[in-house]
T-cell receptor
Framework: AQSVAQPEDQVNVAEGNPLTVKCTYS??????LFWYVQYPNRGLQFLLK??????LVKGSYGFEAEFNKSQTSFHLKKPSALVSDSALYFC??????????FGKGTKLSVKP | DAGVIQSPRHEVTEMGQEVTLRCKPI?????LFWYRQTMMRGLELLIY????????DSGMPEDRFSAKMPNASFSTLKIQPSEPRDSAVYFC???????????FGPGTRLLVL
């Protein structure tokens, strides 16, 4: 069975500092991994995905994520956080022929 | 493309009334998903369609909920009768194929009084 875990309910970062939002997954076979962002009163927006290839994936708004097969992780990162990055972030996993399974979300708060 | 379109954006109704939520997926997407989001339960998959056919409705909470997709460009989620515990944000999403990126609509915020 597929599952995804986001171990932190909330991450607090000062503006300008690097940020990391953690995600670990469990799936049989090769995983497809996604990050979405949700701003208040908005739908989920696709940020980036990993299906195959380079383990470091670059996405929208300066975000990137690193696929680590041995640790079954797909952490979201950004070198320098902005206040406008404050939002709810969802990790999701799937495999070919399967649906996306979403984590419970991590609230990112970036303070000036 | 305009993206996934949902209507209405907000709905306030009284307990016992019928509620119909609407969704227009991205043109060419073969998969359509309905989700519900609440503070308590997070994001839940209710049902999904492939080429207008319901594939998995195991997430539909009870018989009061029904969903249809009469054609490739339109789907509805109906709640009859509605109850206060149905209050949530309902999202529609579509994708080219299963396992691929899903694109979400803006959601319908439902409040049942």
């Amino acid at each position: 069975a597929q599952s995804v875990a986001q171990p932190e309910d909330q991450v607090n970062v000062a503006e300008g500092n690097p940020l990391t939002v953690k995600c670990t997954y469990s799936v049989s076979g090769n995983p497809y991994l996604f990050w979405y962002v949700q701003y208040p009163n908005r739908g989920l927006q696709f940020l980036l995905k990993y299906i195959t290839g380079d383990n470091l994936v670059k996405g929208s708004y300066g975000f990137e994520a690193e696929f680590n097969k041995s640790q079954t992780s797909f952490h979201l990162k950004k070198p320098s956080a902005l206040v406008s990055d404050s939002a709810l972030y969802f990790c999701a996993v799937s495999r070919s022929g399967g649906n996306l399974i979403f984590g419970k979300g991590t609230k990112l708060s970036v303070k000036p | 493309d305009a993206g996934v379109i949902q209507s209405p954006r907000h709905e306030v109704t009284e307990m016992g009334q019928e509620v119909t939520l609407r969704c227009k997926p991205i043109s060419g997407h073969d998969y359509l998903f309905w989700y519900r989001q609440t503070m308590m339960r997070g994001l839940e998959l209710l049902i999904y369609f492939n080429n207008n056919v319901p594939i998995d409705d195991s997430g539909m909470p009870e018989d009061r909920f029904s969903a249809k997709m009469p054609n490739a460009s339109f789907s509805t989620l109906k709640i009859q009768p509605s109850e206060p515990r149905d209050s949530a944000v309902y999202f529609c999403a579509s994708s080219l194929w299963d396992g691929e990126t899903q694109y979400f609509g803006p959601g319908t915020r439902l409040l049942v009084l």
